[in-house]
């Protein structure tokens, strides 16, 4: 069952969040001197508290974090954008990460019914699964390069 998470749940978040930065192909992230508990614990209760949302399942081996943010050009333009879709290895050869995006969208449908946000968009990074999220209504907008 995917739930959203409480602050209860933010110790086991955190975690969640230091094993993704440790997967990610971006070295920077792994350094844990780059790394604030506090400060993510802090965020993770803001998007909890209405800034966004976090999913999570019933027995925390997975997360989607999401957060509404105003667009940087247009600021009238809220978006609903994830940052972070992590699921424990031993479990992603299941079910669980295909029903948190699942979930991450059906939260997103409502908040473009409800008008609270305009646009919603879903990253992909160069190590996540591949899905064919055109055929699920998006369209892509930008391919993301960075240099360390």
Same mark, same amino acid.
């Given at each position: 069952? !995917?739930?959203?998470?409480?602050?209860?749940?933010?110790?086991?978040?955190?975690?969640?969040?230091?094993?993704?930065?440790?997967?990610?192909?971006?070295?920077?992230?792994?350094?844990?001197?780059?790394?604030?508990?506090?400060?993510?614990?802090?965020?993770?209760?803001?998007? !909890?508290?209405?800034?966004?949302?976090?999913?999570?399942?019933?027995?925390?081996?997975?997360?989607?974090?999401?957060?509404?943010?105003?667009?940087? $050009?247009?600021?009238?333009?809220?978006?609903?954008?994830?940052?972070? $879709? $992590?699921?424990?290895?031993?479990?992603?050869?299941?079910?669980?990460?295909?029903?948190? $995006?699942?979930?991450?969208?059906?939260?997103?449908?409502?908040?473009?019914?409800?008008?609270?946000?305009?646009?919603?968009?879903?990253?992909?990074?160069?190590?996540?699964?591949?899905?064919?999220?055109?055929?699920?209504?998006?369209?892509?907008?930008?391919?993301?390069?960075?240099?360390?």
């Amino acid at each position: 069952m !995917i739930r959203q998470a409480t602050r209860y749940d933010i110790p086991k978040i955190t975690e969640m969040m230091r094993e993704y930065a440790l997967e990610a192909p971006v070295e920077t992230f792994k350094d844990p001197i780059n790394q604030n508990a506090e400060y993510f614990a802090q965020l993770i209760y803001e998007l !909890i508290a209405g800034k966004g949302f976090v999913l999570v399942d019933k027995e925390l081996n997975g997360m989607l974090i999401a957060a509404i943010t105003p667009n940087i $050009w247009c600021p009238k333009v809220y978006e609903l954008k994830e940052l972070a $879709w $992590w699921v424990k290895p031993e479990y992603r050869k299941g079910t669980l990460g295909g029903k948190l $995006w699942l979930e991450f969208n059906k939260q997103g449908e409502k908040l473009l019914d409800s008008g609270r946000i305009n646009i919603v968009c879903s990253t992909v990074m160069v190590n996540s699964p591949a899905l064919d999220y055109e055929k699920r209504g998006y369209k892509k907008l930008e391919t993301t390069y960075f240099k360390e």
